[in-house]
Nanobody, 119 residues
Framework: VQLQAFGGGLVQTGGSLRLSCAAS????????MGWYRQAPGAARELVAT???????NYADSVKGRFTISRDNAKKIVYLQMNSLKPEDTAVYYC??????????????WGQGTLVTVSS
């Protein structure tokens, strides 16, 4: 299983970007999918998650500005980012959790995509 993230780039304050993250292969599904970010010199932090049933969770700093969604059939997770601020500048990583029949879960990470918001 590999996750490939797309959509990062340079945008001005107040602008929008849409990140996508697609998983390879078939014959499996994910429980939770999400986005995390890591700014220079900072720890990686949760941005948003979404369950297979569509329940979402957001960091307080992005509530009302970012929207996470997923396509379960295509195994893609999206992050629509609006009203971007310079403090949103970070490398964004997608994340997915696969639950096995044994009860073990495994977490997968994408390679990261850089979002830069200029002031």
């Amino acid at each position: 299983v590999q996750l490939q993230a797309f959509g990062g780039g340079l945008v001005q304050t107040g602008g929008s970007l849409r990140l996508s993250c697609a998983a390879s292969g078939s014959g499996y599904s994910f429980s939770n999918m999400g986005w995390y970010r890591q700014a220079p010199g900072a720890a990686r932090e949760l941005v948003a998650t979404v369950t297979s049933g569509g329940t979402t969770n957001y960091a307080d700093s992005v509530k009302g500005r970012f929207t996470i969604s997923r396509d379960n059939a295509k195994k893609i997770v999206y992050l629509q980012m609006n009203s971007l601020k310079p403090e949103d500048t970070a490398v964004y990583y997608c994340n997915a959790v696969r639950q096995f029949e044994s009860g073990i879960s495994r977490v997968y990470w994408g390679q990261g995509t850089l979002v830069t918001v200029s002031s």
